[in-house]
């Protein structure tokens, strides 16, 4: 061989060492989920058109809206549970709490948690607000005791900032300037006042969550950053300039706003009735309902003002380029629809709430999904658009098919509390309680959730339940 050919050679070969040195490994993509307490479908981008909410429906314009997401449990607690762990669970708000004492107690084998999985895959899991039950993660008499933690080994930080009220239970019922609930009904249903986005606990989560999303941001490890906002839970607070939004505006008639007359999935709303409500009823006060359901609007813009400071923060840092953003709210809540002011039952009012994906160059964007789909898809959905293997352990279905073919079908979907569970079909909904009554509506007629046909149609009520038992099992 020659001098040249030798030389040729090393050449050569120097230059696909240098190619295979300067192609960096493709980094995992990092993961922004946005959990909103209590929030139902009231947005405009899902076609409430009172509605202010311009940051989520940016976010819905550049993803995947599901108009027809289902949570599992009409609660705080069992719908985070689902969520975080990908497998139904238990109906109270202590399920996550019951789960880490299973393993403290270590007696039985307990599947990991959606960012504990993440984490084993190189993740920086990082939770800010109220993203398990409890803001912050942790229990105790004011939920900050670091010995009863709600998700143990999930998350490399579990942030709650606090500022005036105190502690992590002071701002979860919090309203403006540190107030703290002692006694709900020697505190206000609603209230707007004078101030900036600090004047309420939502201003300091947003504040604290852009902190960690510009440090996650900066570092070569993937992230898993969720972000917990608190309003619009109960009671209805947000700064003053949100509420003149929807000051003096009528708003549209509740739909079928009659308390039922049978057995029903129906309950007196005891939540709500047990703040000061000035001796007022909002399904007897027309007034009042309205000026409640304009305060939970303002507390609805109030929460996507900081969704807007999040998605800010994450374009600004340049990490928008490779971050999948998943915003969801924790169950729907009634306002007013069978005579119900809150959340706790099976009807769709309380089940139904908002999902979007967006991920990064997604093709189908600004796009809307009428496919059943539960949270319990969340967990398997996430793990196929990071490339992570996705868990046996978990219950749910990947949506990423749907991502990617919006018009394709979903699946009937569950949910349930402690004394019955519903199906939801594409045309029917059951509720099976448990001591055998049935509930049935056909959501092909215009009565849909108001009249319980369930003697008419025993074979559709078979059906359902085996479809229920197999789902279950």
């Given at each position: 061989?020659?001098?040249?050919?030798?030389?040729?050679?090393?050449i050569?070969?120097?230059?696909?060492?240098?190619?295979?040195?300067?192609?960096?490994?493709?980094?995992?993509?990092n993961?922004?989920?946005?959990?909103?307490d209590?929030?139902?479908?009231?947005?405009?981008s899902?076609?409430?058109?009172?509605?202010h909410?311009?940051?989520?429906?940016?976010?819905?314009?550049?993803?995947?809206?599901?108009?027809r997401?289902?949570?599992?449990?009409?609660?705080c607690?069992?719908?985070?549970?689902?969520?975080?762990?990908?497998?139904?669970g238990?109906?109270?708000?202590?399920a996550?709490?019951?789960?880490?004492q299973?393993?403290r107690?270590?007696?039985?084998?307990v599947?990991?948690?959606?960012?504990?999985?993440?984490?084993?895959?190189?993740?920086?899991?990082?939770?800010?607000?109220?993203?398990s039950?409890?803001?912050?993660?942790?229990?105790?008499?004011?939920w900050?005791?670091?010995?009863?933690?709600?998700?143990?080994?999930?998350?490399?930080?579990?942030?709650?900032?606090?500022?005036?009220?105190?502690?992590?239970?002071?701002?979860?019922?919090?309203l403006?300037k540190?107030?703290?609930?002692?006694?709900?009904?020697?505190?206000d249903?609603?209230?707007?006042?004078?101030?900036?986005?600090?004047?309420y606990?939502?201003?300091?989560i947003?504040?604290t969550?852009?902190?960690?999303?510009?440090q996650l941001a900066?570092?070569?490890?993937?992230?898993?950053?969720?972000v917990g906002?608190?309003k619009?839970?109960?009671?209805?607070?947000?700064?003053?300039?949100?509420?003149?939004?929807?000051e003096?505006r009528?708003l549209?008639?509740?739909e079928?706003?009659a308390?039922?007359?049978?057995?029903?999935?129906?309950?007196p709303?005891?939540?709500?009735m047990?703040?000061?409500?000035w001796?007022?009823d909002?399904?007897?006060?027309?007034?009042f309902a309205?000026?409640v359901?304009?305060?939970?609007a303002?507390?609805?813009?109030y929460a996507?003002?900081?969704?807007g400071?999040?998605?800010?923060?994450?374009?600004?840092?340049?990490?928008?380029?490779?971050?999948?953003?998943?915003?969801?709210?924790?169950?729907g809540?009634?306002?007013g629809?069978?005579?119900?002011?809150?959340?706790?039952s099976l009807f769709?009012?309380?089940?139904?709430?908002?999902l979007i994906?967006h991920t990064p160059?997604m093709?189908?964007?600004?796009?809307?999904?009428?496919a059943?789909?539960?949270t319990?898809?969340?967990?398997?959905t996430l793990c196929?658009?990071?490339?992570?293997?996705?868990?046996e352990?978990?219950q749910?279905?990947?949506?990423?098919?749907?991502?990617?073919?919006?018009q394709?079908?979903?699946?009937?979907?569950i949910?349930?509390k402690?004394?019955?569970?519903?199906?939801?079909?594409?045309?029917?909904?059951?509720?099976?309680?448990?001591?055998?009554?049935?509930?049935?509506?056909?959501?092909?007629?215009?009565?849909?959730?108001?009249?319980?046909?369930?003697?008419q149609?025993?074979?559709?009520?078979h059906s359902?339940?085996q479809?229920?038992?197999?789902?279950l099992?």
């Open positions: 061989m020659t001098h040249r050919k030798i030389l040729s050679l090393f050569i070969s120097g230059l696909l060492i240098l190619a295979c040195q300067s192609t960096p490994k493709p980094q995992k993509p993961i922004l989920l946005l959990c909103i209590d929030l139902r479908p009231e947005l405009k899902f076609g409430v058109d009172y509605i909410s311009p940051h989520i429906d940016q976010l819905a314009a550049t993803g995947v809206r599901f108009e997401h289902f949570v599992n449990a009409p609660s607690g069992p719908s985070r549970f689902t969520l975080l762990s990908g497998r139904y238990p109906p109270g708000n202590d996550l709490f019951l789960r880490a299973k393993i107690a270590g007696k039985e084998t599947t990991p948690t959606m960012p504990e999985w993440f984490k084993t895959q190189g993740y920086t899991t990082v939770s800010v607000g109220k993203v039950h409890h803001p912050g993660g942790r229990g105790g008499a004011d900050n005791d670091s010995l009863q933690v709600e998700l143990p080994q999930a998350w490399d930080k579990h942030l709650m900032p606090v500022g005036a009220w105190e502690h992590p239970r002071g701002a979860m019922h919090g403006a540190g107030e703290i609930r002692h006694k709900a009904e020697e505190m249903i609603f209230q707007h006042a004078e101030g900036d986005d600090f004047l606990p939502d201003g300091l947003a504040a969550a852009v902190e960690q999303l510009n900066a570092q070569e490890q993937p992230f898993f950053l969720a906002i608190l619009p839970h109960l009671p209805f607070g947000a700064p003053k300039s949100y509420y003149d939004l929807y003096g009528s549209p008639a509740i079928h706003p308390k039922p007359t049978e057995k029903m999935t129906w309950h709303s005891g939540e709500f047990k703040y000061n409500r001796g007022k909002p399904n007897q006060d027309a007034a309205e000026e359901r304009r305060h939970y303002a507390a609805v813009s996507d003002a900081q969704v400071k999040v998605l800010q923060a994450l374009k600004e840092s340049g990490a928008d380029q490779n971050t999948i953003v998943v915003l969801w709210g924790d169950h809540w009634h306002l629809e069978h005579g119900i002011w809150g959340k706790h769709e009012e309380a089940l139904r709430s908002p994906i160059q093709q189908q964007q600004g796009v809307s999904s009428s059943l789909v539960e319990l898809d969340i967990f398997p196929d658009l990071a490339g992570l293997k996705k868990p352990f978990a749910g279905t990947s949506l990423q098919y749907i991502l990617e073919e919006p394709q079908e979903g699946h009937p979907v949910a349930y402690n004394d019955a569970t519903t199906l939801r079909t594409t045309t029917h909904r059951m509720v099976l309680h448990k001591d055998g009554y049935v509930e049935l509506y056909d959501h092909r007629t215009a009565a849909k959730e108001t009249k319980n046909v369930a003697d149609y025993p074979e559709v009520v359902l339940k479809m229920m038992e197999a789902k099992n």
